[in-house]
């Protein structure tokens, strides 16, 4: 590709992103929740020990022995790294505040699990039973459910 058509493709991408992070910036420089700078809350050692942990479980199941396959190889490789955005962006909704990046972690959870998916798919490899998301809790069944009128009817 000449590169003056990389440019007309990522230049409104990059205007975007920019506009994006400069938008949550912003949004988080009028949050007093902060801490003073430097000290460090129980909730923040907490989500930095368990991003700690994702980033050395994704580096170290990242490190795959090659196969002579270099598409297997590929998708053995980026599979803990999709993953490894789909733990942190988990973690980002477990502890962020920002609702801009939460719902940018919601994203990053439902493309990285279809890329992942994909990526099975186009080595012939099966995919594993869907399953909720992690951005979605289960709801606990309720006690009383009135809405559901077939509740306790056999068909």
Do not use: C, W
């Not at 992942?116 to 069944?141: N, R, Y």
Request: glycine share 4%.
């Amino acid at each position: 590709m000449p590169p003056r058509f990389l440019k007309s493709v990522l230049a409104p991408l990059g205007a975007s992103v920019v506009l994006a992070l400069a938008a949550a910036a912003a949004a988080s420089a009028h949050d007093d929740h902060h801490p003073a700078q430097g000290a460090q809350t129980a909730e923040e050692s907490a989500f930095l020990a368990e991003n700690d942990a994702a980033m050395t479980k994704m580096m170290n199941d990242m490190a795959v022995k090659p196969t002579g396959d270099i598409d297997r190889d590929f998708v053995a490789m980026m599979n803990p790294h999709h993953q490894g955005a789909i733990d942190m962006a988990v973690l980002e909704l477990r502890y962020g505040k920002n609702e801009q990046l939460r719902r940018i972690a919601q994203e990053i959870i439902v493309d990285q699990m279809q890329e992942i998916a994909a990526m099975k798919l186009a080595i012939g490899d099966p995919i594993t039973a869907s399953v909720p998301a992690p951005t979605q809790q289960t709801p606990a069944p309720a006690a009383h459910d009135h809405m559901n009128m077939s509740h306790g009817m056999k068909n």
